[in-house]
């Protein structure tokens, strides 16, 4: 499989990190799955939950290559649970930022797609 990784950084308002963690497995999760994204890892930063400053929330992944990522992100503009899971997300969050990657291996097929 070639990979393409979907990471999701979130800065959760001080005292909002497990919160904002739990309603992304609860009510983003299952629909990123049903988008065909695999679930790799969740790092949580600093690595304790913090009443007085923000978590970060780094939640990775994947995707099979170049049509697993465009199946996913069509699927995601159709899906109004997406919206408007973040759009209530906004209340717990500080910022947000969705970075795409791959193995430096990967990246010549992904672009000969």
């Known amino acids: ?40 890892r969740v790092l949580v930063s600093p690595p304790l939950w913090m009443d007085d400053q923000p978590n970060t929330l780094t939640i990775v992944w994947n995707v099979d290559g170049a049509a697993g990522w465009w199946g996913m992100r069509l699927a995601a503009g159709a899906d109004p649970g997406a919206t408007a899971f973040w759009q209530a997300a906004g209340d717990r969050l500080v910022s947000r930022a969705r970075r795409f990657a791959a193995a430096p291996e990967d990246v010549e097929t992904l672009c000969n797609g």
């Open 1 to 40: 499989m070639t990979a393409v990784q979907i990471i999701d950084d979130l800065v959760a308002l001080p005292g909002e990190g497990r919160a904002l963690l739990n309603a992304y497995m609860a009510d983003y999760a299952p629909g990123a799955r049903a988008r065909g994204m695999v679930l790799e």
